[in-house]
């Protein structure tokens, strides 16, 4: 006999085979949304917290924070995980409000 497969089989195994690929890029995209986000927010709690206390070492340690943001979102927008208008719209917020807090 022949090991031959059927237009129905052959439309089931790809749906099949289109689902792992969707469950493992949702994989993928949650991750790198979360990293995103936990950057994102710490990044904005120490800016916050430099604008109560104003030290040099801070401002590095934000300024370090900032660029592995910009480089996260980047990589983002660039995997389309995220619009990139989204992307410059995060940096920009979050680059206002250090600007801001520092001239204070």
């Known amino acids: 006999m022949t090991n031959t ?3 129905k089989q ?3 195994l790809k749906k099949a085979k289109i689902l ?3 469950l493992k890029r949702t994989l ?3 991750s790198i ?9 710490n990044t904005k709690k120490l800016i916050l ?8 070492e801070l401002k ?3 300024k370090e924070k900032l660029s592995e943001l910009y480089k996260e ?8 995980v995220i619009h990139k208008n989204e992307s410059a719209r995060k940096k920009s917020r979050i680059t206002l409000l250090f600007n801001k807090l520092n001239k204070l």
């Not at 917290?49 to 040099?56: I, L, M, P, T």
């Not at 990589?75 to 389309?80: E, L, M, N």
Request: proline share 0%; no cysteine.
């Open 20 to 22: 792992r690929k969707v």
């Open 28 to 30: 993928r995209n949650k």
């Open 60 to 62: 590095d340690k934000i």
């Open 5 to 7: 497969v059927n237009k």
């Open 49 to 56: 917290e430099y604008s109560n206390n104003k030290n040099d």
């Open 73 to 80: 979102l980047d990589k983002a927008a660039s995997k389309g």
């Open 10 to 12: 052959k439309r089931k």
């Open 33 to 41: 949304l979360k990293k995103v986000k936990v950057l994102y927010k």
